[in-house]
């Protein structure tokens, strides 16, 4: 009884949420839930309310429909991270065996249900919420950029009616202006030469992205280091006194320690032929200028650490 009033209430929601899956058919999510992570169309509506959950809230897991009841064990184990990034309240869906939770009937319900009140909620503070003034932060990003360019240029503010070409060709001749007013070498030459297509740009948005993602993986590795080896100086009697002090100092600076890239496509365009040469820290002519007593007591912990950092 309790399983069909369950069963109830998700169709309705499921309809009023905008789902036009087979599920609403006539005792197709009874039979879904009764198989439940072997059931592919059990998966895919959970991948749906997911995926319009992660349009509304700021979610890194994800859950992927399955193709077969083979792929059901992995389908749990992604349910999994993702409740554990929810911080979803009820056990019988965060313990236990990660491979049996959703072979459950009730549960797969009390899942649904979840995600479905999740996501109401989730859209009724999106429509609750005040909308964002233009003049609130002074515009776009974009705009933000374009006017600091003109302020940077020392431009006037652009009439209402100009055009995005006129408004172009007004920067590049005042980047002209200004260019020749300096010394031939002061902004060196470009470091991108060869002219681009669309084609181009895409591959090169795709490469920079792929960077960015094993950056912050590699960041996100080295500030975990960095976190245990601050917790381990305050095992000491003596430490354990200071840690008031000792997160006072440090937690604003770990605060703005980000994993993320903020190199794009843009600093591409915007760098040098001066960027391309890379001066060996170790090499002679270098050692000479930078050599002093403090390197003896620096030099194998610097080597030690690049060597972790590499090897990572």
Known sequence: ????????????????LGYKGPLLEDGALSQAVSAGAS??????????????????????????????????????LEVSGLLGEMNCPYLSLTSGDVTKRLLVQKNCLLLLTYLISELEAARMLCVNAPPKKAQEGGGSEVFQELKGI???????KPPANITMFQ??????????ETLAKVPPNHVGKP????????????KIEAINQ??????????????????????SFGWSDRAKSQTEKLAKVYQPKRSVL??????????????RQDLSKILRTSSGSIREKTACAINKVIRIPLIFSKYMYFSS
């Open 1 to 16: 009884m309790e399983c069909d009033l369950m069963e109830t209430d998700i169709l309705e929601s499921l309809e009023d």
């Open 39 to 76: 059931s592919p169309e059990f998966t895919k509506l959970c991948a749906w309310l997911v995926s319009e959950l992660r349009v509304l809230c700021k979610l890194e897991e994800n859950v992927q429909a399955t193709n077969s009841p083979s792929e059901a064990e992995e389908f749990q």
């Open 150 to 156: 003109c302020i940077a240029l020392g431009m006037s």
């Open 167 to 176: 408004f172009f060709s007004g920067i590049e001749k005042k980047l002209k």
């Open 191 to 202: 470091l991108l030469k060869k002219p681009m297509g669309p084609a181009h740009w895409e």
């Open 210 to 231: 792929a960077i960015a993602n094993e950056y912050e993986v590699r960041r996100k590795l080295l500030i975990k280091r960095l976190d245990v080896t601050v917790q």
């Open 258 to 271: 980000s994993p993320k890239s903020t190199v794009s496509v843009a600093h591409l365009l915007a760098a």
